[in-house]
């Protein structure tokens, strides 16, 4: 494995063969994905953690989606990356989207986590009360109301190190980073679906709060071609809840389109 920095942002990348460009969520990192690394053996697989998030640096100017998708795309051409599979979560699934619609030769497929088009009305003011509490001394709050609701019960229950792992990844968080990208998801809009020509997969857990399995669907039904599977008791943090699941069902669907 290496670590690669280009611009702000910092990527880990590990393996040969055709490229996998994978983008975590909101409070995420590219650890979020560690599980499916084995069933990427066979690929050159390039984690980014997001301006802003994890061990890249939070730019000057303003946090918005089209600057993380801008700065995925000069990651990706820095890395000297024509085209990848791209694998996001939540948030990262709407940076997904904006790329496959705007620059569609960067894109071989799409899988997405927990995928949403655009926040709902509810959904951005809550984001926007989150960043004031991130600010205000609260991130160790938001990780525990992130257990407490986006995670599912029976990862509760069963998956210590899991719920573990999630609230680690919050409280690592820079406050004023996690609070601008808070503030940057509330602003997102949705793409012209009908303008993603890539394989598409979406996956959410069918005890995802967050995003429910009607949004992934919904979603789905406005991709031409593209393919909704759920995951049984599983919440909002589909890759470290169900890894075995959510890497199996990754790995299936870039063999199909590897054929």
């Known amino acids: 494995m ?20 994978m983008i975590h969520g909101l409070g995420g990192t590219s650890n979020m994905f560690q599980p499916q690394m084995a069933a990427l053996s066979s690929y050159r697989v390039i984690r ?22 801008e700065a995925v795309i000069r990651t990706m051409a820095g890395m000297g990356v024509a085209s990848a599979h791209f694998v996001g979560h939540s948030m990262g699934t709407i940076i997904c989207q904006q790329i496959a619609s705007t620059q569609p030769a960067l894109v071989t497929s799409l899988t997405l986590f927990g995928a949403l088009a655009e926040p709902a009305e509810a959904t951005r003011q809550g ?36 719920v573990a792992f999630v609230r680690e990844s919050i409280t690592r968080q ?8 808070c503030e940057a998801l509330a602003k997102a809009t949705s793409v012209d679906a009908r303008r993603i020509s890539a394989p598409t997969l979406l996956v959410t857990g069918d005890a995802d709060t967050v995003n429910p ?10 991709i031409k071609g593209a393919v909704f599977s759920s995951l049984d008791r599983c919440g909002h943090w ?6 075995r699941d959510s890497s199996q069902k990754l790995a299936d669907f870039l063999r199909r389109v590897d054929r």
């Open 238 to 243: 589909a890759t470290v809840e169900s890894p």
């Open 48 to 69: 980014l953690d997001l301006p802003g998030s994890g061990r890249s640096l939070r730019p000057i100017e303003p946090l918005t989606i089209e600057g993380m998708s």
């Open 213 to 222: 399995a009607g949004v992934g669907q919904a979603l789905a039904d406005r």
């Open 174 to 181: 820079d406050p004023e980073s996690y609070a601008r990208t």
């Open 127 to 162: 984001l926007a009360n989150r960043a004031r509490l991130a600010r205000s001394g609260g991130i160790a709050d938001i990780a525990d109301q992130i257990v407490a609701n986006a995670i599912s019960a029976h990862t509760r229950e069963t998956s210590p190190a899991a």
């Open 2 to 21: 290496t670590t690669v920095t280009v611009g702000q942002v910092v990527a880990e990348v590990v393996g040969e063969g055709a490229a996998v460009v």
